[in-house]
Every structure is written in structure tokens, then in C-alpha cells.
T-cell receptor, first 116, second 109 residues
């Protein structure tokens, strides 16, 4: 498809397990973001990739969170030793340019993570 | 001070009236400002972007920017029930985009 694709759409896991969330951005988009949205809350910035530059990891809440982007395309967000407070919708977005360009973000449908 | 602040609402506006949504930001270096709309259970979508002081109009939507006051607003004229959603203000911090918590808007039929 032409949009941002995320998988899985839903993930239920037990506390202490590791999870991987995948994002396939729009082809040709150099910027890729991960955000987290808890119920009824805004979008919490997690990490930002722009081209081949080092990612901006300033939003990652703890060292249990990590992300990579292979070949400037697909990205994986990994949460180790999940905790109940990690339960949220994880949204991936891509953009043709960085924020100083048009800045329009195209979002995927999100991955809803529930930690029991 | 939070980076991007919005009143969480809900803001209730009668159908046909003007809805006014406000946002303040803390980084004086921000240059790009956006309003995204998010329907319940859906992902956000861009509705307006603004980069210069003043007003920018697009159909029923007008974005207003005042960099001296670090203030961005969104006006929705002739509000429709389909405008009921959460409106997220976003600004750039360096080359990335930071969001506020959003204002829930409810248009009363």
C-alpha cells in the first residue's frame, strides 16, 4: 500500500516479556518518528530518524526502549522487560522532509500494546 | 513549563458557530507550527500548517500565529458535527515535531 504500515495492530503480552513493533514508512520519506499515546493523552515523542543521521533518542523513557531503522526504510521499536505502564498505542509516522520543510507527518494506524 | 500546552477541554460549540482552539509553546526557536485532527480511535491527520506571523486561511479553517507571544490558534468557522474530534497542536523542536496533549472539541447539533 501507499501509506505507513505498522504491525502488529494489537499485541497483548505479559509483564517482563520483550516486544517488537514494526513500521514500514512511505517510500522515499526520509524522516521517521515513533510516538506513544496513552489513553486520552497526547502524542509523546519517543525517537526520530532522519536519513542517515544519528537518531534523536531524547524521548525514549528508559533504557528498556530502543529502535533501529535499517537501510533508511523499515524501523523496529523494541521494548524489553515490558511493564504495565508501557501499555499504550505506539504510532509511527513518516515525512518527506524534516520539521523545517513541510513537516507533514503521515501516520500509521498504530500498534496497541497491552501489558498484563 | 510544558513544551506545547493546550487546554484539554472538552470544548463544546453549537453547530454553525466558531470554534477557537489555542496553543502556547515554550521554545522561541520554533519555526514550524501545525494543527492535526484526531478522530476517536484513529490516527492524527494534518489540517493546517503555518510558518509566519499572522493568519492563514484554508476553507473553514484559519490558523493564527503570534511568535512574540508564542501563541498559535485555530479557528473553525461554521462548525459541523463532523468537526468533533481532538485537535493537536504541534511545533518543531530543531528538526523534529513535538505535540501538545490536544483539545477535545464537541460540536453540539
Amino acid at each position: 500500500g501507499a501509506g505507513v504500515s505498522q504491525s502488529p495492530s494489537n499485541k497483548v503480552t505479559e509483564k517482563g516479556k520483550d516486544v517488537e513493533l514494526r513500521c514500514d514508512p512511505i517510500s522515499g520519506h526520509t524522516a521517521l518518528y515513533w510516538y506513544r499515546q496513552s489513553l486520552g493523552q497526547g502524542l509523546e515523542f519517543l525517537i526520530y530518524f532522519q536519513g542517515n543521521s544519528a537518531p534523536d533518542k531524547s524521548g525514549l523513557p528508559s533504557d528498556r526502549f530502543s529502535a533501529e531503522r535499517t537501510g533508511g526504510s523499515v524501523s523496529t521499536l523494541t521494548i524489553q522487560r515490558t511493564q504495565q505502564e508501557d501499555s499504550a498505542v505506539y504510532l509511527c509516522a513518516s515525512s518527506r522532509t524534516g520539521a523545517l520543510g513541510t513537516g507533514e507527518l503521515f501516520f500509521g494506524e498504530g500498534s496497541r500494546l497491552t501489558v498484563l | 513549563q510544558k513544551e506545547v500546552e493546550q487546554n484539554s477541554g472538552p470544548l463544546s460549540v453549537p453547530e454553525g458557530a466558531i470554534a477557537s482552539l489555542n496553543c502556547t509553546y515554550s521554545d522561541r526557536g520554533s519555526q514550524s507550527f501545525f494543527w492535526y485532527r484526531q478522530y476517536s480511535g484513529k490516527s492524527p491527520e494534518l489540517i493546517m500548517s503555518i510558518y509566519s506571523n499572522g493568519d492563514k486561511e484554508d476553507g473553514r479553517f484559519t490558523a493564527q500565529l503570534n511568535k512574540a507571544s508564542q501563541y498559535v490558534s485555530l479557528l473553525i468557522r461554521d462548525s459541523q458535527p463532523s468537526d468533533s474530534a481532538t485537535y493537536l497542536c504541534a511545533v518543531n523542536r530543531d528538526d523534529k515535531i513535538i505535540f501538545g496533549k490536544g483539545t477535545r472539541l464537541h460540536i453540539l447539533p
